[in-house]
C-alpha cells in the first residue's frame, strides 16, 4: 500500500455538530501531518505527530483537536467550527531519513472538503 | 519563522515552450526544497526535490536548481504538454521535523 487515504472525501457539518476526519497509512511512516487548505491557496500546516506524539500544534483553536492512536491511523476532532474554517483537510505522511532524525518527502492523502454551515 | 516567496502567481505557455517558476526563502538553515504539483481537485503530489547539498537535479522533462547563497530555487519544466497545466507550489524545510513552509503558489496553463 503506497498511498495515504482519508474519510470521508466530503463533509457538511453545522456549527453545533462533533465530527471526525480519518486518515491512514500503511508505508511505515512515523511521521503525521494536518493541513488545513483554502481555494487557491498552499496547504497551510495545523498539527504534526513524530511517533504517535504531538510535536507541533501551529497555534490551531482548541475546536480542532488531534489524535495518533497508533503509526498508522490519524484523527482530527471537530467541533463547534466556525463557517470560516470551511477548507480542504489534507493529511500527510513521510518516513525518517535514513540515519537521521529528519524526514524526507511528505506524502499527502486526497482530502476531505469540509463545509461548515 | 522561514518566508518562501514564489513568482510568478500565473504563467500562461504555448505547448512545447518551457516554463520557469522561482521561490526565494529566508530561512538559511532551510536545506530541504520540494516541488509540488496540485491539480484542481486532487491532492498535491511531490514532483521533483533538492537537497541543500545539490546545486541542480533532473528529472526527464523537469528540473530544479538551487543558488544557497542567493537563497532561491527554481523550476524548470521543458517541452511543455497539456498535462502540465496544474498549480505548482515550492516549499521549504529544515530537516528536523520536516515542517514545511510553501510559497503562494503558481498557476500554470499550457496552450495547445
Known amino acids: 500500500d503506497t498511498e495515504v487515504t482519508q474519510t470521508p472525501k466530503h463533509l457538511v457539518m453545522g456549527m453545533t455538530n462533533k465530527k471526525s476526519l480519518k486518515c491512514e497509512q500503511h508505508?511505515?511512516?512515523?511521521?503525521m501531518y494536518w493541513y488545513k487548505q483554502k481555494a487557491k491557496k498552499p496547504p497551510e500546516l495545523m498539527f504534526v505527530y513524530s511517533y504517535e506524539k504531538l510535536s507541533i500544534n501551529e497555534s490551531v483553536p482548541s475546536r480542532f483537536s488531534p489524535e495518533c492512536p497508533n503509526s498508522s491511523l490519524l484523527n482530527l476532532h471537530l467541533h463547534a467550527l466556525q463557517p470560516e474554517d470551511s477548507a480542504l483537510y489534507l493529511c500527510a505522511s513521510s518516513r525518517p531519513q535514513t540515519g537521521s532524525s529528519s524526514y524526507n518527502e511528505q506524502f499527502f492523502g486526497p482530502g476531505t472538503r469540509l463545509t461548515v454551515l | 519563522g522561514e518566508n518562501v516567496e514564489q513568482h510568478p502567481s500565473t504563467l500562461s505557455v504555448q505547448e512545447g515552450d518551457s516554463a520557469v517558476i522561482k521561490c526565494t526563502y529566508s530561512d538559511s538553515a532551510s536545506n530541504y526544497f520540494p516541488w509540488y504539483k496540485q491539480e484542481l481537485g486532487k491532492r498535491p503530489q511531490l514532483i521533483i526535490d533538492i537537497r541543500s547539498n545539490v546545486g541542480e537535479k533532473k528529472d526527464q522533462r523537469i528540473a530544479v536548481t538551487l543558488n544557497k547563497t542567493a537563497k532561491h530555487f527554481s523550476l524548470h519544466i521543458t517541452e511543455t504538454q497539456p498535462e502540465d497545466s496544474a498549480v505548482y507550489f515550492c516549499a521549504a524545510s529544515r530537516d528536523s521535523w520536516g515542517k514545511l513552509q510553501f510559497g503562494a503558489g503558481t498557476q500554470v496553463v499550457v496552450t495547445p
Open positions: 508505508m511505515g511512516h512515523r511521521a
